[in-house]
């Protein structure tokens, strides 16, 4: 039942998007579909005229026992004020399928589904920008959604801070989002980094993807709350982030990030890095124009 609300209320904030949004392709409506696959997947696609997005119930598994890890982490339930545990997950949980829903909802309304790499497994430096992009689109909508918009009251009552002032609370929003979405990347299955094909994977190293999801949340914070782009200070993301990794490790087999960040940091990972930022950069500029 909880689920059903969540994705009901997701669906109809999107399908009820204002129209001609500069960047979005013409779209059938939206419509979220559940599949019985363990694999921990979604898709966009379409599906008899409508813009799918299809989840299965390895996904759903997959962030749900991540929220569970994460509510009673104690470094997690002590930022919180001691809110209960079931109430961090809710509010976690809610960030989560907010994020997954519009990341694929973002392939649909910027069309990338027209590209010949997407949906393969394999893909190339097009189909990693698309990523990207979905990425930087959706944590917008996320942060719309849980900070100014129908998710804050519930997420402020959850998480134990519906009486502290309004800058605390956006503190609590946005430190429940570095630990939801950095929660759900580093419990996913790792996908073996071969720095020789970096450009024909599929997706970014999830640690760049991170990366990435922040840079886009904090311009975020620039244009709606500034004050949380100060507060949100490099040491605060990486404790928040160690906080995550030690809550949902089990769940990816004890693989950590320190591989993806090696090679990262590395001449060769600067000028992957440098290379695919370029050219989101100019993939987004007329989006965005």
């Not at 399908?15 to 392709?25: A, D, R, T």
């Not at 002032?165 to 996908?191: H, M, R």
């Not at 073996?192 to 760049?208: E, H, K, N, S, V």
């Not at 030690?246 to 090679?263: C, M, T």
Request: net charge negative; proline share 4%; with cysteine.
């Amino acid at each position: 039942m909880f689920l059903e609300g969540v994705c009901k209320t997701l669906t109809e904030a999107l399908n009820n998007e204002k129209q001609n949004v500069p960047g979005h392709v013409p779209h059938p409506p939206f419509q979220c579909v559940f599949s019985d696959s363990d694999e921990p997947q979604a898709n966009a696609m379409l599906m008899d005229g409508v813009s799918v997005v299809w989840i299965t119930k390895g996904m759903l598994g997959l962030a749900w026992t991540a929220c569970d890890l994460l509510s009673k982490s104690e470094h997690v339930v002590q930022l919180f004020n001691y809110a209960p545990t079931n109430q961090i997950h809710a509010a976690l949980f809610q960030t989560q399928l907010s994020f997954i829903l519009c990341h694929e909802y973002a392939h649909h309304v910027h069309g990338h589904l027209t590209h010949a790499s997407f949906g393969l497994e394999a893909g190339d430096i097009q189909t990693q920008v698309f990523e990207v992009d979905a990425d930087y689109y959706a944590i917008y909508y996320v942060l719309a959604f849980l900070i100014k918009g129908m998710g804050r009251a519930g997420a402020v009552e959850h998480l134990n801070c519906a009486t502290a002032n309004s800058d605390a609370q956006d503190e609590a929003l946005i430190s429940s989002f570095v630990l939801a979405t950095g929660g759900v990347l580093y419990a996913a299955p790792p996908v073996p980094l071969d720095t020789a094909r970096i450009f024909q994977q599929r997706y970014p190293p999830l640690a760049a993807r991170m990366n990435w999801i922040m840079q886009s949340a904090m311009d975020w914070c620039e244009q709606n709350k500034p004050h949380l782009k100060e507060w949100m200070t490099l040491d605060k993301w990486r404790q928040l982030m160690l906080f995550a990794t030690i809550a949902v490790s089990e769940l990816n087999g004890g693989v950590h990030w320190g591989n993806q960040v090696s090679f990262l940091t590395s001449e060769q990972g600067a000028e992957y890095v440098r290379s695919l930022t370029a050219r989101f950069m100019e993939y987004r500029r007329p989006l965005y124009s």
